[in-house]
């Protein structure tokens, strides 16, 4: 397996959740970015957190915190960005910090589907969809993206195309493990989910 640095993305502004920090939200009892944690850390060599403002906040959680390197909140690439430029390894997985159900073997699955591809990148995806910030980067493409954020590029799916990138399906069944938070009543549906459907927290 490559070892791989993990990062998890919160520098967006939450504001279908009403602002603040979606992950500092509670669910079943404890912060939304606990059970991120416990479900990705094990997967990766290191940990980190992509935020903005003042990283005190998150200190209870124990991870390094990436600001943006790029003003305005420009959206996920910026985050994805700020990983890659920082990673100390190879292979860069970001997650959003909102997706408490993510999978045991996401990495895993993740390297699987761009060896058989033959592609610098992979992304999840489920029923049918992708989920473009849940993927997995090439530390050697931090330059490209750079220019191409810089040029105004805001589209991660645009961007990893041109350069090549497979994808890993999970099902959706019991539950979609990239479920997220976006809203007051997906935060409610995250604890009914963790609460009465089984889903291990
Ligand atoms: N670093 C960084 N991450 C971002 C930015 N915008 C969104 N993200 C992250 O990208 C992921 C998906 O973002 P969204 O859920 O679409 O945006 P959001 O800002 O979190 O929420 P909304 O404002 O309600 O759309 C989340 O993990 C966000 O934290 C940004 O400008 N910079």
């Known amino acids: 397996m490559h070892e791989t640095y993990g990062v998890i993305l919160a520098g967006g502004l939450a ?3 009403g602002g603040g920090d979606k992950p500092l939200r509670t669910l079943a009892g404890k912060p939304m970015l606990d059970h991120v944690i416990a479900r990705i850390g094990p997967q990766c060599a ?20 990436l600001p943006d390197t790029l003003p305005d909140h420009p959206g996920p690439l910026a985050g994805i960005l700020a990983a890659m430029e920082a990673s100390p390894l190879p292979w860069v997985v970001t997650v959003p910090g909102d ?4 999978p045991e073997d996401l990495v ?6 761009r060896e058989a ?10 029923g049918g969809y992708a989920h473009p910030p849940i993927a997995l980067w090439p530390r050697e493409l931090a330059a490209a993206l750079r220019q191409a954020v810089t040029e105004g590029e805001r589209k991660i799916d ?14 959706t069944t019991p539950f979609d493990p990239f479920f997220n938070a976006n809203t007051p009543e997906e935060l409610a549906e995250a604890e009914r989910l963790l609460l009465n459907r089984g889903v291990s927290p």
Not at 47 to 60: E, T
Not at 117 to 126: E, I
Request: overall charge positive; hydrophobic content about 50%; proline content about 9%.
């Open 99 to 102: 997706s408490p159900f993510l």
């Open 158 to 171: 645009r961007w990893t195309a041109r350069h090549g990138v497979a994808h890993a399906e999970w099902p």
């Open 15 to 17: 504001r279908r959740m």
């Open 46 to 65: 290191t940990l980190a957190l992509n935020a903005n403002g003042d990283p005190a906040r998150f200190a209870a959680h124990g991870l390094p915190v």
């Open 117 to 126: 591809a033959g592609t610098p990148m992979a992304c999840a995806a489920s």
């Open 108 to 113: 895993a699955r993740l390297h699987a589907a």
